[in-house]
């Protein structure tokens, strides 16, 4: 059974600071790549960051770059996300999710999504 389970949200004043963890089962966050996935208010989906499963190479949207950093804990099977210099427009509920292998060859897509965790970034 594959399970993503996030934590670690909150809410935090402006140039705050948030650290996010994704805790996988049902398989091995080293053989996949692993996505943060954000949902604003009133807004779509969003792409935030990956990692990949084999050399753990990551990436960023243009909008977090130099503030957010991904990362993972093998050992746990558990995914990271460290957010700082937070601002307001980075409110969103936080998903970490699998990039689906069978379905990615054009663009990312995801076959398996966690529940989420609230982000809110006010004074």
């Known amino acids: 059974e594959v399970q993503l389970v996030e934590s670690g949200g909150g809410l935090v004043q402006p140039g705050g600071s948030l650290r996010l963890s994704c805790v996988a089962s049902g398989f091995s966050i080293s053989m996949y790549v692993i996505n943060w996935v954000r949902q604003a208010p009133g807004k779509g989906f969003e792409w935030v960051s990956s990692?990949?499963?084999?050399?753990?190479?990551?990436s960023y949207a243009d909008s977090v770059k130099g503030r957010f950093t991904i990362s993972r804990d093998n050992a746990k099977n558990t995914l990271y996300l460290q957010m700082n210099s937070l601002k307001p427009e980075d409110t969103a509920v936080y998903f970490c999710a699998r990039t689906d292998r069978r379905n990615s060859v054009v663009r990312r897509q995801y076959d398996y999504w966690g529940q989420g965790t609230q982000v809110t970034v006010s004074s």
């Open positions: 990692i990949s499963g084999s050399g753990g190479s990551t």
